[in-house]
C-alpha cells in the first residue's frame, strides 16, 4: 500500500479524523518533510533555525498535493481529490483546519501573511497535469512551471520578509531552472507514466521525431535537443543569482545552494553525454555538502570596497 493511500485512510475525504492539536500538526509536518530525499534538500542546515518548521509546513502541502497527482492510479480519482485539497486550503484561509498540514500551515500563513494565490497556483498545476501529457511549445511549459514551481519561491520570499517585484522576478528564474532541470534528468521516467516534456517544437527544431522519442533513441538529434535544453536551463539559474544577495542572513546560503544543485544536476547530464534514457544524473549528498561549503566560503569572502567619490 502506498503512502498516501495509506494517510487517506486516516486524514483524507470521509475519513472523520480527530484534529490534532497545532503542535502534534507540527510533528507531522516536520516528519514529512525530513523523511524524503531528494536532489534538492528541503530543510537544509543552511534554513534558519526559526524557519525550518515553516519551511516544513509548507513542504508538507507540496508533498501531498504532488502525491495527490502522481501516486493515485486513477486521474479521475485524482481529479477528485485534488478539488478536496483545494477545498481544505480554503476552509484553512477561512480558520477551519481539520487536516494536520492545515492545522500547521495555518500558523505559517498567519505569520507572515501569505496570500492563498500560491498556494492555489501550485493545485492548478497538479490539477493539469491529470489531463495535459505534452506541451507543443516552450511556452506553455513556461506557464505550467510558472504555477508548479514558481509558487514554491515566492512563498519563501514571504517567509524571508523579502517579497517585492524584482525578488519575485528573480525567484521565478530560479524555480522555472530547477523544475527545467528535474524535467531534463527524468525524460525517462516520465515518458514511463505518459508525459512528455520535452516541447514538439523544441523536438521539431532539432529532428528528434516521434517515432525517436517513442523508441527512446539518443542519437544525434537528441543529444543536440538535450544539449539546448540544458543551456537554456541553466541561463534561468544563472538569471536568479542576484536573489542570494537580496537575502537575509544564511537564506542566502541555502539559496545559493539550491542554484548549485540545479547546476550539479545540469553538469551531471552533459557528463553521460546526454543520454538520460540510459542513466538517470543523481547529485550525491558528497556534492551537496561540498557545494554547501563553497557557498559559506563565498558568503564570508570580503566584499570589495566602494570606489571613493
Request: overall charge neutral; glycine content about 4%; hydrophobic content about 40%.
Amino acid at each position: 500500500m502506498s503512502t498516501i493511500i495509506a494517510e487517506l485512510e486516516k486524514w483524507g475525504p470521509g475519513s472523520n479524523p480527530k484534529p490534532l492539536d497545532q503542535n502534534s500538526a507540527k510533528k507531522y509536518t516536520w516528519n514529512l518533510a525530513t523523511s524524503h530525499y531528494e536532489n534538492f534538500p528541503v530543510i537544509s542546515w543552511a534554513v534558519p533555525k526559526p524557519l525550518r518548521q515553516h519551511f516544513a509546513n509548507v513542504y508538507a502541502f507540496c508533498r501531498w498535493a504532488d502525491d495527490l497527482g502522481d501516486e493515485i492510479p486513477s486521474a479521475s480519482d485524482s481529479l477528485r481529490l485534488l478539488e478536496w485539497w483545494q477545498a481544505e486550503l480554503e476552509n484553512c484561509y477561512r480558520g477551519e483546519c481539520v487536516h494536520p498540514v492545515f492545522t500547521a500551515l495555518r500558523t505559517t500563513i498567519e505569520q507572515f501573511s501569505i496570500p492563498i494565490t500560491p498556494f492555489a497556483n501550485l493545485i492548478s498545476a497538479f490539477i493539469q497535469d491529470q489531463t495535459v501529457t505534452t506541451y507543443a511549445t516552450f511556452a506553455q511549459l513556461e506557464d505550467y512551471c510558472q504555477r508548479s514551481a514558481n509558487p514554491v519561491g515566492r512563498i519563501v520570499l514571504h517567509l524571508a520578509n523579502r517579497n517585492n517585484t524584482e525578488n519575485e522576478a528573480y525567484s521565478d528564474s530560479i524555480c522555472t531552472g530547477l523544475q527545467l532541470a528535474n524535467f531534463w534528468q527524468d525524460v525517462c521516467r516520465d515518458k514511463a507514466i505518459g508525459r512528455v516534456y520535452l516541447p514538439s517544437e523544441d523536438r521539431q527544431r532539432f529532428r528528434y521525431s516521434e517515432e525517436d522519442l517513442m523508441a527512446e533513441q539518443a542519437n544525434d538529434a537528441f543529444r543536440e535537443l538535450m544539449s539546448f535544453e540544458v543551456d537554456r536551463t541553466r541561463k534561468y539559474l544563472l538569471d536568479g543569482k542576484p536573489l542570494v544577495a537580496a537575502m537575509p542572513g544564511r537564506l542566502k546560503v541555502d539559496i545559493d545552494l539550491m542554484i548549485r544543485g540545479g547546476l550539479l544536476v545540469l553538469n551531471g547530464i552533459e557528463k553521460i553525454n546526454y543520454n538520460v534514457w540510459k542513466e538517470r544524473p543523481v547529485v550525491r549528498k558528497s556534492q551537496l555538502f561540498t557545494a554547501g561549503l563553497l557557498s559559506l566560503f563565498n558568503l564570508a569572502l570580503p566584499r570589495p570596497a566602494k570606489p571613493l567619490a
